[in-house]
């Protein structure tokens, strides 16, 4: 049975999403569809829920630390980090994350977002798999009311975090061989290569 949530800081939440339950929340951008990464089976259950060919989504987390425990290479986020915490999803080397979460990638984009209640949920939860709440192909939901017409019951949860219309998405960046920064798409913050 589907819950629903007022608050992100609600402990009953965070009590289901560290049991391994995949639900819909508000992020620093848009709403996502979650899963908790030490949850190998959340992470399927999320593809299987918005199934996309090799576009798994971007891993939230609290902290460098936390990404570096995921599997991401420290040198990598040691030269993007002074950028977070923000709405910037940065593309780094996968090589070394679980199969589980990254699928065929060998690639997957990161985030360090910027919004208290979200942090902390994340200092509790660890790492999230996120990906836009929409059906592929369609409009991202800024409501929770879009998120439910896409999902309705295939889902453990939603966390209404009211109109999310205003926001926009991540800005999302790479690393090149040589070290620069190449932009994929410019967002809500604004970066120069």
């Given at each position: 049975m589907t819950q629903y949530f007022s608050s992100l800081k609600d402990q009953d939440l965070i009590d289901v999403i560290t049991n391994g339950a995949v639900g819909v929340l508000p992020t620093d951008t848009v709403y996502g569809l979650v899963a908790a990464i030490r949850h190998p089976e959340a992470v399927t259950k999320l593809y299987a829920t918005k199934p996309r060919e090799l576009a798994p989504g971007t891993i939230i987390a609290a902290s460098v630390d936390d990404l570096i425990s995921v599997g991401f290479r420290t040198d990598q986020l040691k030269q993007v980090e002074h950028y977070w915490p923000?709405?910037?999803?940065v593309v780094l080397d996968a090589s070394n994350v679980n199969a589980d979460v990254k699928q065929a990638r060998t690639d997957l984009p990161v985030r360090?977002?910027?919004?208290?209640?979200?942090?902390?949920?994340?200092?509790?939860?660890?790492?999230?798999?996120?990906?836009?709440?929409?059906?592929?192909?369609?409009?991202?939901?800024?409501?929770?009311?879009?998120?439910?017409?896409?999902?309705?019951?295939?889902?453990?949860?939603?966390?209404?975090?009211?109109?999310?219309?205003?926001?926009?998405?991540?800005?999302?960046?790479?690393?090149?061989?040589?070290?620069?920064?190449?932009?994929?798409?410019?967002?809500?913050?604004?970066?120069?290569?």
């Open positions: 923000a709405p910037l999803s360090i977002p910027n919004n208290p209640a979200l942090m902390d949920l994340l200092r509790q939860t660890g790492p999230l798999m996120t990906t836009s709440a929409n059906a592929p192909k369609q409009p991202t939901s800024t409501s929770i009311t879009m998120a439910q017409n896409y999902f309705g019951d295939s889902v453990d949860y939603y966390v209404d975090g009211g109109d999310l219309s205003n926001r926009p998405p991540s800005t999302i960046i790479g690393i090149n061989p040589d070290n620069s920064i190449e932009i994929y798409r410019q967002g809500a913050l604004e970066i120069s290569a």
